[in-house]
């Protein structure tokens, strides 16, 4: 089956009046000409401030501000999160406890960073999936029982009560408060 887009029969609107002080910088060179053996060129797209002179900043061989791809950035360094036991860096992708490194799955450890991402929080299975899984995740909160166990035994008996069930609800994240070295507390 085919869908036919009516044409257009009314002249395009005027464009918005913020668009009309934008100014287009093509290949054509200094006098407006364009030249068939020139090389292609590729496009950018540069955002300035307001009033910023064009020819300061694309001046040959004058001073120019930084210009980098947004994507060139460096991204901003993530910090760990977790209390003194468990620790996630998503930027590394790694998680600790106690200073040892856990070997976890993609999904043990999204899951394990977004408990401890959101400390003393009820999370429901659904939204577990959701945030986790993503949304077009066919399942149900079996596969979510199914990783929190996982992760408890990754974690160890010393910090697998970290991962609280709440009994007909879902899951919660309670850091560790003890000093190392303590006693673990035994919690159902």
Not at 76 to 83: E, F, K, N, T, V
């Amino acid at each position: 089956m085919t869908t036919a887009l009516p044409s257009r029969t009314t002249p395009p609107a005027a464009p918005p009046a913020e668009t009309r002080r934008l100014q287009l910088v093509g290949d054509a060179g200094l006098d407006g000409t364009t030249s068939p053996a020139a090389p292609r060129l590729v496009s950018y797209l540069v955002l300035v401030p307001e009033g910023t002179d064009l020819g300061d900043l694309f001046a040959k061989d004058g001073p120019r501000p930084e210009i980098r791809p947004v994507g060139a950035m460096a991204p901003a360094a993530a910090p760990r999160i977790g209390d003194g036991a468990v620790q996630v860096d998503p930027a590394r992708r790694v998680a600790e406890v106690d200073g040892r490194q856990l070997d976890l799955t993609y999904l043990e450890f999204a899951l394990l960073a977004h408990l401890v991402r959101h400390p003393h929080q009820v999370h429901t299975r659904e939204r577990l999936v959701a945030a986790v899984w993503g949304y077009d995740h066919v399942g149900d909160g079996r596969t979510v029982d199914v990783h929190i166990a996982r992760l408890r035994r990754k974690l160890g008996a010393a910090h697998r009560h970290t991962i609280v069930t709440v009994r007909r609800v879902g899951y919660k994240y309670v850091p560790d408060r003890q000093s190392p070295g303590a006693i673990p507390r035994h919690r159902p």
